[in-house]
Nanobody, 128 residues
Framework: EKHLVESEGGLVQTRKSLTLSCAAS????????IGWFRQAPGREREAVAC????????HYADSVKGRFIISSDTAKNTASLQMNDLKPEDTALYSC?????????????????????WGKGAQVTVFA
């Protein structure tokens, strides 16, 4: 059975950093593209970042570009989302996901519809 489990989120002060990790079991991240998504109360889920299993291309949402870094460690079968310079508007439930999409992530390809497996999410709250 395939599972994704995120590390605990946290309560973080504005401009600080936090790294979320995601561990996969039952499958290898080598075979899947990875995405991080977030959903704030009252808002739709949005794609934060995706990394392609095919060519390693990466897409970031404009709101996090230059502040967040997505990565994967295939030896450990984990993925990470390093979040720097956090802002109160980054407060959300963050989920990692995996999908068998193997193309390039340009602009519109990083979305929940291409993901097959999801973690339960980790709450990140940023306070001023």
């Amino acid at each position: 059975e395939k599972h994704l489990v995120e590390s605990e989120g946290g309560l973080v002060q504005t401009r600080k950093s936090l790294t979320l990790s995601c561990a996969a079991s039952g499958f290898s991240f080598d075979d899947y593209s990875i995405g991080w998504f977030r959903q704030a109360p009252g808002r739709e889920r949005e794609a934060v970042a995706c990394i392609s299993r095919g060519d390693g291309s990466i897409h970031y949402a404009d709101s996090v570009k230059g502040r967040f870094i997505i990565s994967s460690d295939t030896a450990k079968n984990t993925a990470s989302l390093q979040m720097n310079d956090l802002k109160p508007e980054d407060t959300a439930l963050y989920s990692c996901a995996a999908g068998d999409y193997s193309g390039t992530f340009y602009t519109y390809e990083c979305h929940s519809g291409i993901m097959n497996y999801w973690g339960k999410g980790a709450q990140v709250t940023v306070f001023a």
